[in-house]
């Protein structure tokens, strides 16, 4: 089992900056896949960024060059650093954290509550 608790969202205007944290606690942690996902009101969540636990990361294209996905296994904890807001990141930014075995099954997924991010002036 792991829970996950996000932190560091909050408002800022366009072209600004932010870093949200997630917080993992329980085992394993550096087992794990982590990815931050994220919701506007009226859409689906969408994957933002995801690092492996051998620390390969994938970004989706719209926040390619301006988010960045790190994690540090001896806190348990992994980032998003947020540069060059855009109105259009404004969301519910999730945390996650996946197991899944190379042969294909699901071991583990986990959320955490979210984090608003409010990107305007």
């Known amino acids: 089992q792991v829970q996950l608790v996000e932190s560091g969202g909050g408002l800022v205007q366009p072209g600004g900056s932010l870093r949200l944290s997630c917080a993992a606690s329980?085992?394993?942690?550096?087992?794990?896949?982590m990815g931050w996902y994220r919701q506007a009101p009226g859409k689906q969540r969408e994957l933002v960024a995801v690092?492996?636990?051998?620390?390969?990361?994938n970004y989706a294209d719209f926040v390619k060059g301006r988010f960045t996905i790190s994690r540090d296994n001896a806190r348990n904890t992994v980032y998003l650093q947020m540069n060059s807001l855009k109105p259009e990141d404004t969301a519910v930014y999730y945390c996650?954290?996946?197991?899944?075995?190379?042969?294909?099954?699901?071991?583990?997924?986990?959320w955490g509550q979210g984090t608003q991010v409010n990107v305007s002036s």
């Open positions: 996650n954290a996946d197991l899944t075995l190379p042969i294909g099954v699901r071991v583990g997924n986990y």
């Open positions: 329980g085992s394993n942690f550096a087992i794990y896949a």
């Open positions: 690092i492996t636990n051998g620390g390969s990361t």
